[in-house]
């Protein structure tokens, strides 16, 4: 679908007797499934694509249940399918401050965010896990995903990258939890250097709890999970499986965000494995991994 024009926006406001006036404007880091617009104290999100409906259904679902949980993420104001106003639904949140945290390694936001993700881990609880609204969640490959990185590694360093997914697939299942499922940097808000709101819950359900670490910059990791209250041998090792399949998905693609973010992201891997890590960390991590991998350094 088009973009909404201003007026579009203005009449989706007034539909639900919220204020209409001041400037439109849109946020750094458009998504590909809504077209967001910023006026005021709110967030309009009109439906981009019909193929993400659903992620629409699940964000309105799960947006009270995490509030609930005092996580600091935005409030949902209205949710809109009538079709009066935009042909497919929309959604009105309260106004995140900030801007999306980037690819910054920057430890202040992200170790809030282990946080705040231990709030809705313990804090929701009583919903049906199989409710429709709901996204299931799939245990990482990262074998699979080295499929997807073809070409982009020497023999040497596939066999490095090979010897650590099947040390890591060994990672013993953990509880599923209520999680989020995409905590990539375009859906951590940030302002001078903290946390202002986790967004974008189409994507929630239940699942391993370590999913939501899949998208932290691993280096980080330790702290990460020292500020979320569990270090143990397994949550170890099921954060490192989500972060290096995540980081794999992408890496063979030259253009755009997705590639960016997970070259950024295996190099923050290779530095975690590069450093001085003792204990747990380092049985899951094996051997320092070829000098050629540097290269995925920021």
């Known amino acids: 679908m088009a973009p909404p024009s201003d007026h579009v926006v203005r009449e989706a406001l007034a539909a639900h007797r919220l204020p209409s006036e001041g400037r439109i404007s849109l946020p750094r880091g ?12 709110f967030c309009i999100r009109f439906l981009r694509d019909w193929e993400y409906e659903c992620d629409v259904r699940t964000e309105v679902a799960a947006a009270p249940y995490v509030c ?4 600091l993420s935005p409030k949902l104001i209205a949710s809109d399918f009538s079709g009066r106003c935009w042909p497919g639904p929309y959604t009105i949140l309260e106004r995140v401050p900030g801007e999306p945290v980037g690819m910054d390694s920057s430890p202040g936001p992200w ?5 705040e993700a231990r709030k809705w881990h313990e804090r929701i609880a009583g919903i049906d896990e199989t409710a429709e609204a709901f996204d299931l969640y799939e245990k ?7 499929e997807r990185a073809t070409g982009v590694f020497s023999a040497a360093e596939e066999a490095w990258v090979r010897s650590l997914a099947v040390r890591l697939m060994g990672a013993p299942s953990g509880e599923h939890r209520f999680v989020h499922q995409d905590l990539h940097d375009q859906n951590v808000m940030s302002e001078r250097g903290r946390l202002t709101g986790i967004i974008d819950w189409g994507d929630a359900g239940w699942g391993d709890s370590a999913v939501d670490f899949a998208y932290f910059p691993a280096s980080l990791l330790p702290m990460a ?22 980081s794999l998905y992408g890496l063979a693609e030259r253009e755009g965000w997705t590639g960016r973010s997970c070259r950024w992201r295996f190099g923050t891997l290779v530095e975690l494995c590069m450093g001085e890590v003792g204990g747990n960390w380092r049985s899951w991590l ?10 995925f350094l920021a």
């Open 30 to 41: 458009l998504g590909v499934a809504n077209h967001v617009r910023l006026v005021g104290n």
């Open 68 to 71: 609930a949980s005092g996580a």
């Open 111 to 115: 170790i809030e965010l282990a946080g």
């Open 140 to 146: 990482a490959d990262p074998e699979a995903m080295l």
């Open 225 to 246: 999970l020292a500020e979320y209250g569990d270090t143990s041998e397994g949550m170890i090792g099921r954060c490192l499986l989500e972060n290096l399949a995540h």
């Open 286 to 295: 094996g051997d320092t991994p070829p000098s050629t991998l540097t290269r």
